[in-house]
């Protein structure tokens, strides 16, 4: 089978498995984990957990329970941040704050959590392993959606300090996604270790990529708000850049965007084309993924599906 | 050292340890949960993990990180529920949704959530057998306060629904508490699950007592408010009888407390009285403190902390 084929029946797989993880308990809890675990996404994490495990002699059955895990970590941080954000789509469904309220939202996210958790908890040989690096995950992921809120308010934040956050908020889960499936296949640390760095290349890929798709797609592609993250003077990359070339400009059209979203979002598009800052970005990703890569080249298993995730992460936005 | 003794010092050890949990990160979530965890509180739980250690011939230093680790877990709960109550005042100040924002209350339970876990996973010899137990905790405060909010805008709520619902929301983590201690001592299952049902019906005990208390102190004694528990319809032991005693008379004097709290509140407590309500709930609290008791008498381990215990939540109320 091609891995094409393969991406779509683990998908298909992770999510059948997904929609029946909570079939009891309180109906106010029950429907939106469902709701949420049946809303589509692309399932990039479960699946790079188990191409790791692949790549590294494992087999699907083992790595399956953590790579449930990390989706469903990831589906958490989701509804969560979608609170904070107010955010009211994504994924092109209505969130959960937004359908339900945020009371229903909040312990969602909670009781996810604790079924992530008696996943990874239930494979007895791999517990130890996993079960580390899936707590530092949860505290990474806070940390770096705590970075994001604190850089709003925030009129300098240096490209470094950008990069921190995502890598705390985005790299750090997808490194663990890879980390965790090669983790149960047995293999030695070192090239777990190589398969973390891989997962968190790319997910500063990922993550540069999302930036730039959010301001130059409309919000329907995306699935989520734009206007949102603008107003709330979210950091993006293509942003920091924009602001440390010519922050008068920047802010000027900010200032448009507050009476008029349509001609004020056109007029940034524009310059982020002009200045060469769009270009710089599509190099920035293709960087980490070249980087991603690199982290692999050299190791001694199975890296073909890897390197087709790779490219389809690269090609996401032509 | 007599029990009082011992109590304080074991407060003030705990007090200090929680205080330097997360001295580092973002300071938007260092703050407040430093705020959250130096706030006060009884530290019932901690305390009795630490004494149910004691009594199956543990150590306090093998049952500490547990000990800690179910305090943090009970308050990342309140900082969530005070967010879905509207909360505003919890053990005599200002809640984090309240000082800071909604957003920065979401994360400051997530991370304080994440640093609980990696307490139970640090001690490798107790891991195994605290995690599960801990993890089902953390879905049984989810599903205890799903149903807690679910049966806000139910009319009829039964007595074995409320009960149901306060063991998860209360009485799992209260026997939780106590069995986590007793596992620490690698004592026999048996005892230990005597001990979980000791604190689940402390924690019975102990929820009763709280409905009875707040409905009958001023806010400022309890810590929190009333108000918005009677009016977002909040089913308490004594509500729940006094609406199957009398719905008319009870729903009179709710849309009473909605025009004016005072005399509202003042035609309920004298109804609760003099229908024999109160010396029902008092009744029910005593029967559940001696059934928590009759849980340890035939056990042979040391129980006098613990009966200690018994009398000092059972007095909390006169």
């Known amino acids: 089978m091609g891995t094409s084929s393969i991406l779509d029946k683990y998908r298909q797989e992770i999510n059948q498995l997904l929609v029946d993880i909570y079939p009891e308990g309180p109906r ?39 790579a449930l895990a990390v989706e469903i970590l990831h589906n958490f941080t989701l509804v969560h941040d979608d609170i ?11 969130t959960v704050h937004s359908k339900w309220d945020d009371g229903v939202a909040i312990l969602t996210g909670d009781a996810m959590l604790s079924l992530a958790l008696k996943l990874i908890n239930q494979t007895s040989s791999l517990r130890e392993k996993q079960m580390s690096l899936f707590i530092d995950g949860l505290l990474a992921v806070c940390e770096g959606q ?113 009476k008029d979203f349509a001609s004020g979002l056109a007029k940034i598009r524009d310059y982020l084309k002009e200045s060469g800052i769009v270009e710089d970005t599509i190099n920035e990703v293709n960087k980490n993924i070249e980087l991603a890569n690199k982290q692999i080249n050299s190791l001694d298993i199975k890296k073909n599906d890897l390197l087709y995730l790779s490219e389809l992460i690269r090609k996401r936005g032509s």
């Open 28 to 66: 106010s809890l029950a429907k939106p984990i469902q709701y949420v675990l049946s809303g589509g996404g692309k399932r990039l994490r479960p699946i790079l957990t188990l191409f790791c495990a692949n790549a590294c002699g494992g087999n699907k059955e083992n790595a399956m329970p953590a």
């Open 84 to 94: 904070m954000d107010r955010d009211i789509i994504r994924h092109g469904q209505q």
């Open 146 to 258: 705590a970075l994001d809120k604190e850089y709003e308010d925030q009129l300098n934040v240096s490209l470094d300090d950008y990069m921190n956050m995502i890598d705390l908020k985005t790299g750090y889960l997808i490194g663990l996604s890879a980390q965790i499936g090669a983790t149960s296949a047995n293999i030695d640390l070192d090239i777990c270790l190589k398969l973390r760095n891989y997962g968190r290349f790319l997910g500063r890929a990922f993550q540069i990529q999302d930036d730039y798709l959010e301001i130059f797609s409309n919000s329907k592609e995306m699935g989520k708000s734009l206007k949102s993250d603008i107003l709330l003077g979210k950091k993006t990359f293509l942003m920091i850049i924009a602001l440390e070339k010519d922050r008068k400009i920047i802010e000027n059209y900010l200032h448009i965007i507050n």
